[in-house]
Structure formats: structure tokens, C-alpha cells
């Protein structure tokens, strides 16, 4: 059919048409055809995610959120209590719901849709744009699970701001910080009000961002990194060689390979098995297994460039790796009917689509290196950063973009460009954390150290800390005013929470 009307004009033109519509227009007109969903799903139209402000109707980018909606936010953490857990996987059925409306109150529903709403974009949007955001804002999410925040940190090697303001994550939803440099750009951190966060955290935080004194690195330590970083070529190199073949290796921390193969493949979607892979990982924590929990510790990612094709046992029989596949179509139980008819409020899932996996997408980012809207945009930075080969994500379709770009940007990473860190509330938070992120050279570039309602912070931990961010304007720095022994009484600013209902303090007596 010959092209008319609008389908003749240029990619160029196109996108920077589509640059002035929000996320939620953008996710409706990428289903118009596998040229339009090609160029709304460029990275250059997803740099900012703000899902907590879409979830409550402003679809913008920019910051819409006022001091009423926090309130209510606040207002609905009050009913629904940061350490309550839910099942974030459970059947979302309309029906079901309506079944239970009397019994569910308003906002437990609320929570629930919010996080389904998350759920469908690690589904459907962070594989497909996560290498190009910049900008992760969840503050006052209630729906909000350590499993989805792991796996968006997973998509988001280049992420620099990141806003986990007074959600319930904890430890384990930083486990993907360091793992292909996830973490390594963040130069502004906000994890006010985070109560379940502990040094755990500031020390993978701090191991995310890289190290500015080499020689500190032990050869174990490099080896260890080296495991977690590499990248999929060479880790499918070292199966074809024969590391994984013996059938000692074929046992996982005292698992059976095959038995887990199968399990995987059972598993009804991509994001299913996904969780499980997380949760082998998480047994397998501490394991001296090398060659199969390097494979696990890749599953994540190699399930986003294959989610319907991979084939672990193929591995072990030296035919091929799973970039040699060929994708298939969307598996039509991923678009069940209880996602269809959420389509109106979580259009996320329209992103992925049988037209999906042609390589349009990757030929548009090819064609626009050069181009500049008139907002000035960065586009398309994965080619600059992959040399612009277009060849490179041919065989293994748009989603393997994400890991090539973390491979390839490493040269250009900066060290330790933390420029704002803010823990306030993080009563659990020790010296010992703040000894993480005094270690590996220290914050050269923070300029903003907020630690009020840590009140387990001693004045050696402070100092240690301070004395390692040569940046860091006194005027904001904020502690506990009542620290025994304050090193910085006459220069620093006092504690924040005295008058912030939501956050630890110790003389609000929260
Ligand atoms: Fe001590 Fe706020 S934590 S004054």
C-alpha cells in the first residue's frame, strides 16, 4: 500500500511530533502501526518516568505534584502501614474485584491498582526504553515492591536521579545496584522516609558507584566484579568452552539444573520467571559455584532480550547462546483479559506488540544520531554509545539494546558523581553505612547530605563521611541536633524531621 497523508513524512519529523505528546498518548498511538510504535518507544521520549503522578491522572513528565497530593499520600500510607506486604502477583481478575468491592476499602484499592500499574511497566515499557532513563521518581508510591523496584533499577543502567521518597523498599530491591553498572551515573538519591533501608543499601549504593582508588581492589574483589559484569558474549563464550559441561556443575547450590530448566519453563510469563531467577539468586547468595550462578546471575537480563525463546539446556550443548534465537511473537497469555480491560488506566502493556520485534526501532535510532529537537533533546544516545552499529542489536532484537549500551558506556562513566544523598527518616542506618560510602574515595562531588532521624549516627560517622565529600556545602548538611560530641555544631544546619510528622526525629518523639 503506498504511504499517504502523515505516513509520509520522516522519522525526524515524526519524532519530534510525538516528543509533545505524554506517556499515556504515546503508549496509544504506538499501536497505530510498527512505524509509529517504533518511534514512540524511542528512548528519547521516555528519559523521565514519574509513575506515581501518572497513576493519579497527570500524565506529564515534569514534576505536577503538589502539596495536596503528598498529604494524601501521606493520608494513605497512614491506612496502609509501610511494613504491610501484598502479593504483587495476585490475580487481577475485574470480576474477582468486584466480587470483594465490599470488603476491600477504597484505598487498598488504590494500592492495588497503583501496583499493577508498576507491574505492567516492567512488563511492557522498562525493557524497551530502560537504557535511555535518566530520571526514576517513585516517591510516595504505596505500591511500590522490592521485586519491582529490582527489576526497574535492572533496566536502567544509566539512571541518575532516583526518588524512592517514603516507600516501603528495603535492602533487597537495591540488589541489581552494581550488577552491568546499574547505578554507576546516579548523581541524586532520595531515600527520605525509607524506614526498612539499612547500611545494606549504602554499601551497595556505594559499590554501584564505582571506585576512585584502584589499588584499594583486591584480585579477589575483581574477579567478582569482573563475574558481575560481564557481558553476554563473553559469558556465553564461557559456556561454549566448556565450563558449565560437567555434571557437577549441572547442580545449583544443591539444586538440580534440569529441575530448575524445567520450573523456568513452566513458568506462565517472562516476569514469572523473571521472580523466580531473583529468587534463585537470592538462595544461592554466598554459593562458590562459578559457571552456573554466573548464568543466573544473567538470567534477568537474558530473559529480556529472549522472554519466550530461551533455552538453558542449549548451553550445555554447545549449539547456541540465546542471542541466536529468533524471537517470537507475544505469547497472547500475557494479554489475558483482565490486562485488556485495564487498558484504559495502564496502558502500558500496548507497548509490546507482535510488531514489536522487528528491528524498526533500531533502525529509527540509527537514522536520528544527528538529529536536535527544539527542547534540545539527547537522542538517541544508544548509538553513540554502541558506535552506531546498527548490526549489533539485529540479531538479538530491540531488548538486548540495554545491555549492549551498559557495556559499551563503561569507558565513559563518571566515578562516584553522587551529588545529592538524602536518608532522612532511615532510622536503621549506622556509621557503618556511612563508612560504604566514605570508602572507594569517597563523594568527591556531594553537595547535599541530609541523615536527619538517623539517630544511630555517631560523630565518628559523621566525620569520617564528611571529611571524604570535599564538595559538601555545610549549609546542607543535616543530622540529629542532639549527636554527643557534634563535630559540625557551628557550620551545619540542624535536623529536618522535628517537624515532619512522617519521619523519625527524636524530639518529635516519633
Ligand atoms: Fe534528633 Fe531529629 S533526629 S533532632
Not at 558523581?417 to 556511612?434: K, R
Request: hydrophobic residues 30%; contains cysteine; charged residues 25%.
Amino acid at each position: 500500500r503506498e504511504p499517504r497523508g502523515v505516513e509520509l513524512l520522516p522519522d525526524e519529523v515524526m519524532l519530534n511530533i510525538f516528543s509533545y505528546l505524554n506517556p499515556k498518548e504515546l503508549c496509544s498511538i504506538a499501536q497505530v502501526s510498527k512505524r509509529w510504535n517504533a518511534i514512540a518507544m524511542d528512548g528519547s521520549n521516555w528519559k523521565i518516568i514519574r509513575p506515581v503522578q501518572w497513576f493519579r491522572g497527570v500524565w506529564s513528565c515534569q514534576d505536577r505534584m503538589d502539596v495536596d497530593q503528598e498529604e494524601a499520600s501521606l493520608e494513605q500510607a497512614e491506612f496502609y502501614p509501610l511494613d504491610v506486604k501484598f502479593d504483587e502477583d495476585a490475580d487481577v481478575d475485574e470480576s474477582e474485584e468486584s466480587d470483594d468491592i465490599d470488603e476491600m476499602s477504597q484505598q487498598w484499592k488504590l494500592v492495588q491498582r497503583e501496583s499493577r500499574l508498576l507491574t505492567s511497566m516492567v512488563k511492557y515499557l522498562f525493557p524497551r526504553v530502560g537504557a535511555s532513563v535518566s530520571e526514576l521518581h517513585l516517591g510516595y508510591s504505596r505500591g511500590l515492591s522490592n521485586g519491582v523496584l529490582y527489576r526497574m533499577l535492572s533496566c536502567c543502567p544509566n539512571l541518575e536521579v532516583l526518588d524512592l521518597t517514603q516507600t516501603r523498599v528495603s535492602d533487597i530491591g537495591f540488589k541489581s545496584m552494581g550488577k552491568n553498572k546499574c547505578g554507576r551515573r546516579l548523581k541524586h538519591v532520595n531515600l527520605s522516609g525509607c524506614v526498612n533501608i539499612t547500611d545494606v543499601t549504602l554499601q551497595r549504593i556505594s559499590l554501584a558507584l564505582g571506585s576512585l582508588t584502584e589499588s584499594k581492589t583486591t584480585p579477589q574483589n575483581k574477579d567478582s566484579d569482573n563475574t558481575a559484569s560481564m557481558p553476554i558474549s563473553e559469558a556465553r563464550g564461557c559456556c561454549q568452552q566448556g565450563m558449565c559441561r560437567s555434571q557437577q556443575e549441572r547442580r545449583i547450590g544443591g539444586l538440580d539444573f534440569d529441575s530448575v530448566d524445567q520450573t523456568l519453563r513452566n513458568a506462565c510469563d517472562v516476569v514469572e520467571r523473571e521472580m523466580m531467577a531473583y529468587r534463585l539468586m537470592e538462595i544461592l547468595e554466598g554459593e562458590s559455584v562459578f559457571s552456573p550462578l554466573l548464568e543466573l546471575s544473567l538470567l534477568p537480563s537474558l530473559m529480556r532480550d529472549q522472554p519466550r525463546t530461551i533455552d538453558f539446556k542449549k548451553w550445555t550443548k554447545k549449539t547456541s547462546g540465546p542471542c541466536d534465537q529468533t524471537s517470537k511473537s507475544v505469547d497472547s497469555r500475557t494479554l489475558n483479559s483482565s490486562t485488556r480491560g485495564n487498558q484504559e488506566l495502564f496502558p502500558f502493556h500496548c507497548v509490546t506488540s507482535n510488531r514489536y520485534n522487528s528491528s524498526g526501532n533500531t533502525h529509527l535510532r540509527t537514522n536520528l544520531s544527528s538529529e536536535r529537537s527544539p527542547r534540545q533533546r539527547t537522542v538517541p544516545s544508544l548509538e553513540r554509545v554502541s558506535g552506531g552499529d546498527p548490526h549489533r542489536t539485529s540479531s538479538c532484537g530491540g531488548r538486548s539494546v540495554v545491555h549492549e549500551v551498559c557495556d559499551k558506556s563503561d569507558n565513559d562513566t563518571p566515578q562516584r558523581a553522587l551529588t545529592f544523598l538524602s536518608l532522612s527518616g532511615c532510622s536503621l542506618v549506622t556509621d557503618e553505612g556511612l563508612r560504604f560510602l566514605a570508602g572507594e574515595g569517597g563523594l568527591p562531588h556531594l553537595e547535599h547530605l541530609d541523615l536527619s532521624g538517623c539517630m544511630q549516627v555517631t560523630a565518628a560517622g559523621l566525620t569520617e563521611l564528611v571529611s571524604a565529600c570535599g564538595s559538601l556545602d555545610h549549609a546542607h548538611l543535616f543530622y540529629c541536633d542532639n549527636m554527643v560530641d557534634d563535630p559540625y555544631a557551628v557550620t551545619a544546619s540542624g535536623c529536618q524531621n522535628l517537624e515532619i510528622s512522617s519521619r523519625k526525629c527524636c524530639r518529635s518523639g516519633f
